[in-house]
């Protein structure tokens, strides 16, 4: 009687520690990734706009990037990249603070490229190593491209090759002229 | 003016390092005179031909037209000169009309002389109802007649033509001799190559030879023929092929004073021209000698007798 | 003793003979109906398509840059036609015995076979471009026809000039009409833009002594600089060619290859 009172004593005590130890490690990972959620802030790109809507190729021109702060609290380690999609090339990045609920634009300054550009801009947190950013805005923007060259240049160039090619022809006389050949000097 | 219209001065064409085309060749042509240019197939004839109208230059030596060299003036050597070289392709998609008013524009003719002269040309190669027709629908002969026609077109005083009857059928060859005859009756200087020797004794004043690329004689037509009287010529076709020694023995037969060798049966015998029974006597003398003999031809020597004998059997002048 | 004068003016006689001549001959031999149908009808279907089918661009611009992106097929083949056969048809056909026996220099004679190529071939372009002009005359009105519509038909003139002189060399150096053509076309064609390729994307080299690298400035005009065309992997050119260059390298392969190939063909003889 004793015996198996112990053993089941044991026994109890053992399930109740398997279950005390299991709540222990879920409470746990809840917790961390309660802390993982709250490490990535709560901001959006809610627009992006240019200084001009027909730029001119070499151009300089004002991206602005605004944002919002949906948090209740300051968020100071945003990094704000803007993208050449097009050309695959970076344009500019600029670190920014944005109190709580609140909104800020950026502006950049970028010089406008000939033809159709996709620019990008890119929020970038920079307590968390991500492979994608937080947030994201992407906007067309097709630049007049410089034109290349002038008129007059292919034309001139025409008119020299013209000059070339029938002055060539005279070349041969005017070779004879300078060297004094004449055939009739030199006959027998 | 010049009297010598045409002359060439120690002249060399080589081709490559081991061909000598024309080989120190010199003569001189005067004006009126109708000149043959005779020689084998590569003698170096349409060489010397070309150089004199500025289509290959000379490795050497000089030719001159009028007393101008013709590759270094060739404006000034050639505005007299009609010529006819090989056989010319002719613009096959254009017409005579065409072809000869582009060349008349060339000589510098005026409009209404280029229109005369085509009448007139179309009609000398019987070519009169073609003047308007595309050169691809003519005939070899057509061609070759038309580019007579070209050389001739702007009334030359020096006409240089390189087998001028090539390609000709025999009517052609026929009215192309009475041109040439009648060039000589105007004072038109003629120099023109042939390996057709009776054509070229029927119509030359004189005739240069040429072999492997060497001037090897020249005499008028008139002396060639005086000289070849004076022999008989005998053409003998032998049953069997003869050894050395038995043509040594024919050699022997008197009143005969050359034996040459046309091929391994058939002979020509050249006498001096005298009383013909010696003919009959060669030919009973050969066979006393045991030679069976299948045709014996007597023919008076021409200038191709005489070309032969200077050229030798096979190679090599004698 | 003749004045210079006089022996000019027979050399430039000579010379025009000879480009009339030629133009008869392309004008017997139908080069100049089939180039003229080609410059004509190829156009038309950018026009007659899209009226149809579909729609026309929405600028005059990109209506032309669209449509003259083939004027460079167009000299090509004209090129290969005209001027293909120039000087190796006289040696080949022996049509040479008839002509260079005559009273003539015979650098007059070959500098006039080679503007008897060049100005059918030009016209050729010109009429193109004329056809296109209508069309967007048509289509935009008389302000769709802007300064880079000039800009590009001049440029097409001048890379003209640069392609015959190219198959002239050529001709004045083969032996035969149909290797001269065909080396000809497949130059512009192929060899030379696959050499322009190479050197660009994977030897990473701009090969800016290529004249096909700048065939494309004749559209290049319509849609300004930057980087053109794309890799074999769709990664965007490296270089663009500059107009200027360009224009000198066209230049600079018509003088010399007209020169070397008079100078050639005066060498050869009919042997």
Excluded at chain 2, 176 to 193: A, C, N, P, W
Aim: proline share 4%; hydrophobic share 40%; with cysteine.
């Amino acid at each position: 009687m004793i015996d198996m009172r112990r053993t089941m004593s044991v026994f109890v005590l053992l399930v109740v520690m398997i279950l005390l130890f299991s709540s222990l490690m879920s409470n746990s990972s809840d917790f961390e990734l309660e802390r993982t959620e709250q490490q990535l802030p709560d901001v959006t790109i809610t627009n992006l706009t240019f200084s001009q809507s027909e730029p001119k190729e070499g151009e300089n021109i004002t991206i602005f990037v605004t944002l919002r702060n949906n948090e209740s609290f300051p968020i100071t380690d945003l990094t704000i990249r803007l993208v050449n999609l097009r050309l695959e090339q970076n344009i500019s990045e600029k670190q920014v603070s944005i109190d709580e609920n609140d909104e800020k634009t950026i502006d950049f300054n970028w010089t406008a490229q000939g033809g159709s550009n996709s620019i990008s801009a890119l929020l970038i947190p920079e307590v968390v190593d991500l492979e994608e950013p937080i947030d994201s805005m992407s906007k067309e923007i097709w630049v007049e491209p410089e034109p290349i060259g002038d008129v007059y240049s292919p034309l001139f160039a025409l008119i020299f090759i013209f000059i070339v090619i029938f002055g060539s022809v005279i070349i041969p006389s005017i070779f004879a002229f300078l060297t004094n050949r004449d055939p009739s000097q030199e006959k027998d | 003016m010049e009297d010598c219209v045409i002359r060439t001065e120690n002249l060399v064409k080589k081709f490559g390092n081991n061909i000598t085309a024309v080989d120190d060749v010199s003569f001189e042509i005067e004006r009126g005179e109708v000149v043959g240019y005779l020689g084998p197939n590569g003698a170096g004839k349409t060489t010397t031909i070309k150089i004199l109208t500025n289509l290959i230059e000379p490795t050497s030596g000089r030719a001159c037209i009028n007393g101008i060299d013709v590759n270094r003036y060739p404006k000034e050597a050639l505005k007299d000169v009609g010529s006819l070289i090989g056989v010319p392709g002719v613009y096959g998609y254009l017409t005579p009309n065409e072809v000869l008013t582009y060349f008349g524009k060339v000589y510098r003719m005026s409009k209404e002389k280029i229109d005369q002269r085509i009448e007139e040309v179309l009609e000398m190669v019987n070519l009169s109802g073609w003047r308007h027709s595309k050169i691809e629908s003519f005939s070899t002969g057509m061609e070759r007649r038309l580019a007579i026609g070209k050389s001739i077109f702007h009334e030359p005083s020096i006409l240089i033509l390189d087998e001028p009857v090539l390609g000709l059928d025999p009517e052609g060859i026929r009215e192309m001799r009475e041109l040439i005859k009648g060039f000589q009756e105007k004072d038109v200087t003629v120099f023109l190559s042939s390996h057709l020797l009776d054509e070229v004794s029927k119509v030359c004043d004189s005739v240069i030879f040429l072999y492997d690329g060497k001037m090897i004689e020249r005499d008028s037509v008139e002396r060639i023929d005086q000289v070849m009287k004076q022999y008989r010529l005998i053409e003998v076709e032998f049953l069997e092929k003869l050894s050395e020694s038995d043509l040594d023995e024919l050699k022997k037969i008197p009143v005969i004073d050359k034996v040459e060798k046309i091929n391994q049966t058939k002979f020509r015998i050249m006498k001096k021209e005298g009383d013909p029974a010696s003919t009959a006597d060669i030919l009973r003398r050969t066979i006393e000698e045991g030679y069976d003999i299948i045709s014996y031809s007597p023919k008076k020597a021409d200038l191709e007798d005489f070309y032969v004998s200077l050229v030798g059997e096979r190679g090599g002048p004698k | 003793m003749k004045s210079i004068m006089e022996d000019i003016s027979e050399d430039v006689k000579n010379t025009c003979l000879t480009v009339s001549f030629e133009l008869k001959k392309h004008f017997r031999m139908k080069r100049m109906i089939i180039s003229f149908a080609l410059a004509i009808g190829l156009p038309l279907i950018f026009y007659i398509v899209p009226r149809i089918w579909a729609s026309f661009p929405d600028t005059a611009e990109e209506f032309a840059n669209l449509n003259l992106s083939f004027v460079n097929l167009l000299i090509i083949i004209s090129g290969s036609l005209f001027a293909g056969d120039s000087v190796v048809g006289e040696f080949e056909e022996k049509t040479g015995l008839l002509l260079f026996s005559t009273p003539q220099r015979h650098s007059t004679i070959f500098i006039g076979k080679y503007i008897g190529a060049l100005l059918p071939t030009l016209a050729v372009v010109s009429i193109y471009y004329l056809t296109t002009s209508l069309e967007i005359i048509g289509i935009y009105g008389t302000g769709g026809i802007s300064i880079e519509f000039f800009k590009s038909f001049f440029i097409a003139l001048v890379y003209t000039t640069s392609a015959v002189s190219l198959i002239f060399f050529f001709s004045s150096i083969l032996k035969r009409k149909i290797t001269s053509t065909l080396l000809g076309f497949f130059s512009l064609m192929m060899i030379l833009p696959i050499t322009s390729s190479v050197l660009q994307f994977l030897v990473d080299v701009e090969p800016w002594y290529i004249l096909t690298y700048f065939e494309g400035l004749i559209t290049d005009v319509f849609v300004g600089a930057g980087p053109i065309g794309g890799g074999p992997e769709g990664q965007p050119g490296q270089f663009s060619p500059d107009f200027y260059t360009g224009l000198i390298v066209m230049v600079l392969y018509t003088l010399i290859l007209f020169s070397v190939g008079v100078f050639m063909a005066n060498r050869r003889r009919m042997e």
